[in-house]
């Protein structure tokens, strides 16, 4: 399995025009994070959302709002995610809305609904379930704090496959997180033939009292040369550049967060998926370059220890485009 190649070259065919970033193009959405709600049916450790958003978590957003956001993105892949989305009681008109429109749709969920939603939704190459699983059962248990999570979970991967639908994971690494256990994980994922492995650094969001919980940058390299070791013979579906990075042998002195612009329930996240300063109704704030001068590594201190997919991986894919050569590098 692994990633469509017809999603790489739609991929292409969006980026390849715009690829004269940085200093003469504009800036432009890669992914759309949406967030048509935040409510979800779990109180995980270090979860963010559930605190930044508690005096929202009634609100759903209409089917309308969120196809007209990702027509204002024009992204071509559309991150649907919250909160749980699949409590949202229109998902699965949104899902199909947006693929309508031609984009790719990549759903992550807890797994909790997954078995029983998915007769709601198509059998279509552009959607796809990313399960987050951050460890096998008793880690994973403990974190989500609910006994049996993992194992509906899996219960859960393993009908999706079955009924022929798209499956990937994302796993959230933190502080302490057992590699052997990982690994194991991992292991059990690829066995059941998940398309891909998605993975990332927990990032200390302000609101989270559990703040000891989150990466240092050193510590995080050290735990992802063990895990993404080629030897271990893992399918990640992050950009190669990315995993380099994770690594430590690549360096980004700025992030491109702005090329994945979120919009949730109040609207645009400013500036980032990870920091709300505030909300916007105008994505054109977030897409504004005098903006990333206060923001970023250097320039904002919540941003120093910062490694997350949502920041770096973009400015992975726009090396890819720009230069090429850099993927022989890697």
């Not at 899902?95 to 984009?103: A, C, M």
Request: charged fraction near 25%.
């Amino acid at each position: 399995m692994g990633r469509p190649l017809s999603l790489s070259l739609d991929l292409a065919r969006y980026l390849v025009p715009r690829r004269k970033w940085p200093g003469r193009g504009k800036l432009f959405p890669i992914v759309l994070m949406l967030e048509p709600l935040e409510a979800c049916n779990l109180r995980c450790v270090g979860c963010g959302r559930v605190r930044e958003y508690a005096k929202v978590m009634d609100r759903r957003m209409s089917v309308d709002e969120a196809l007209a956001a990702a027509e204002r993105a024009g992204a071509p892949v559309v991150s649907v995610s919250g909160g749980e989305p699949l409590l949202h009681p229109r998902i699965a008109e949104i899902v199909r809305g947006l693929i309508d429109q031609g984009r790719w749709v990549y759903l992550c969920t807890n797994g909790l609904l997954l078995r029983e939603k998915l007769a709601e939704f198509p059998r279509h190459k552009k959607l796809c379930f990313v399960v987050h699983l951050d460890g096998t059962e008793k880690i994973h248990d403990a974190i989500t704090q609910r006994p049996g999570t993992f194992q509906k979970a899996i219960s859960a991967i393993k009908e999706a496959l079955r009924q022929g639908f798209r499956v990937a994971t994302n796993t959230t690494v933190f502080h302490g997180s057992d590699v052997a256990d990982l690994k194991k994980l991992f292991r059990l994922l690829t066995d059941l033939g998940v398309e891909g492995l998605m993975i990332s650094p927990g990032y200390a969001y302000e609101s989270v009292p559990e703040r000891e919980l989150f990466l240092q940058k050193e510590e995080a390299i050290k735990v992802f040369r063990a895990l993404l070791d080629r030897k271990n013979g893992f399918r990640f579906y992050d950009n190669p550049l990315f995993l380099t990075f994770l690594r430590g042998e690549r360096e980004y002195r700025e992030c491109a967060a702005w090329a994945v612009p979120t919009y949730t329930v109040l609207g645009w996240r400013l500036p980032c998926y990870l920091i709300a300063d505030r909300h916007t109704q105008d994505l054109e704030e977030i897409l504004d370059p005098a903006l990333w001068q206060k923001y970023g590594p250097g320039r904002d201190p919540r941003c120093a220890g910062c490694m997350l997919h949502s920041g770096f991986e973009p400015q992975t894919v726009l090396e890819a485009v720009n230069r090429p050569w850099a993927l022989l590098r890697r």
